[in-house]
């Protein structure tokens, strides 16, 4: 189920989690995460913009990988997929979303879970690929660190509560294929249109994957 979820996770070591407030950033936000080597990016349906900040982001930048966050009913599958969003991530999973993913199995989708029983529900269903959120919140490097030793099979992107300085941590563990981040877009320098600063942020979180040391 969902195969092609692997492959966009290991594109890259951190994934932008992007609110747009204004369509207008969603292009110039693209080319300088794109730039500084953060192609996969989720845009969260948080704002009324979302949707069709993804679709100037598609059209535009066919560089990235353009994904919808925070999806949370059946509906926003749908729409989502008009909109041209790549993959789909949500931060829990319902059974309402699972109906959804299955009538949608040829698209990516990254269900989140935050517990053991979460985990194993997710994984019973099909799902090897999973987001752990909130991440620090729900224990961190050492909650996925015992997550391992039962669910040896499963493959996180952790999300919440990770920084710069945290996210080394998490990517040198053996079930984290990559980190999602809201570090790399801060509000002030979106709405200030600092796309250079942007892009900075961006390659020194791209970087992070070599400065991540194995950790078992």
């Not at 009324?48 to 999806?71: D, K, N, Y």
């Not at 991530?89 to 059974?95: E, I, R």
């Not at 989708?109 to 935050?114: D, I, Q």
């Not at 517990?115 to 090897?128: I, K, N, V």
Request: proline share 8%; with cysteine.
């Amino acid at each position: 189920m969902n195969t092609g979820i692997d492959q966009i996770l290991r594109r890259a070591p951190v994934v932008p989690v992007i609110v747009v407030h204004d369509v207008a950033h969603a292009v110039p936000l693209a080319e300088a995460l794109v730039a500084g080597g953060l192609p996969v990016l989720e845009v969260t349906l948080r704002t009324p913009a979302g949707l069709a900040a993804v679709s100037a982001m598609r059209r535009a930048v066919p560089e990235a990988i353009v994904g919808v966050g925070t999806l949370t009913g059946a509906p926003q599958f749908a729409a989502a997929r008009d909109a041209g969003a790549q993959f789909g991530v949500s931060p829990g999973l319902t059974s309402e979303l699972l109906a959804a993913s299955r009538e949608a199995a040829d698209w990516p989708y990254l269900p989140g879970v935050m517990t053991p029983s979460e985990a194993l529900h997710a994984r019973t269903a099909g799902f090897h690929h999973l987001k752990l959120f909130p991440a620090v919140q729900a224990g961190g490097i050492d909650m996925l660190k015992a997550l391992h030793s039962v669910f040896p099979d499963l493959l996180f992107c952790p999300t919440g509560g990770i920084s710069q300085q945290n996210a080394a941590g998490f990517l040198a563990l053996p079930n984290v294929a990559c980190v999602g981040g809201s570090w790399v877009v801060p509000a002030q320098l979106v709405q200030a249109g600092d796309w250079q600063a942007i892009r900075q942020l961006a390659a020194a979180a791209a970087a992070l994957r070599a400065a991540a040391s194995p950790s078992r």
